[in-house]
């Protein structure tokens, strides 16, 4: 059944890997790793309201260049969800885009899921839990844990997701910062040394989280390791790390003030970077 009312809106969270090991590269051609994800407060925004077809508008500060037809994967994820609704019904969305493109935060998988979430709550699909997730690991691996956008731990390629609460991290306000560069994720798992260098303890805390990415990433784009190096020196910080393949990096704070001081002080340092300020879920 579709709604009759105006459109309805979702977040689409942004991700971030509190950690990132790398275990193994896999005779497909994919990795197995270990990650631990989290999400921010706030990210990009979806908007449906009942249409005759489906449709995607993108706007925001990061829409020039992106593809609203079909191969989308806001679009993909509605032509699936539509499958399990009778009758066939349409959209029209639109996409406010405000994280930057490949910029490791989960932008694409954020915005799938919350249109799998989205255009469930539109059309009242009868979507269960194991059909959202069948859904979401079609569109990427990333998807299923934005799909919750809960902190998780990943496996095999990060879709085998395990609920954890990690009491040091959580609410911790945040700061994202990118240096204007676009990286895929492909190039540098490729780089990617082959060394295991050990299982993700969790529950250990953050002195033993790492970025396995983060060296191929700097050898791609130095800039990360500025903005680490940058970050790692900001009073009030007490957790830096790359977020997935990069290039943006985080910052965890004591505090929102610290968080506020500092984020002043990267703009003030660097006015071509994005600099975004959030807390964590």
Sequence with gaps: MTRDTGPLTETAYAKINLALHVRERLPDGYHRIETLFAFCEEGDVLA???????????????????????DNLVMRAAAMVRDYVPGGPGAAIRLTKNLPIASGIGGGSADAAAAIRLLAR??????????????????????????????????????????????????????????????????????????????????????????????????IAPEIGAVLALLDGLPGAFFVRMSGSGATCFALFEDMEKRAQAALSVKSAHPDWWVWESALR
């Design 48 to 70: 449906a309201e009942p249409a005759g077809d489906l449709s995607l508008t993108i706007d925001g500060p990061f829409a020039e260049g992106l593809s609203s037809r079909n």
């Design 122 to 219: 539109l059309w009242q699909a009868d979507l269960d839990a194991a059909v959202a997730h069948d859904i979401a690991a079609d569109l990427g691996a990333d998807v299923p844990a934005c799909l919750g956008s809960k902190t998780v731990i990943g496996r095999g390629r990060g879709d085998e997701l395990e609920a954890i609460a990690l009491a040091s991290v959580e609410s911790a306000p945040a700061l994202l910062v990118n240096p204007g560069v676009a990286i895929p994720t492909g190039p540098v798992f490729q780089r990617w040394d082959g060394e295991d260098r050990g299982a993700l303890a969790a529950e250990r805390g953050a002195g033993g989280w790492r970025n396995d990415l983060t060296p191929p990433a700097i050898a």
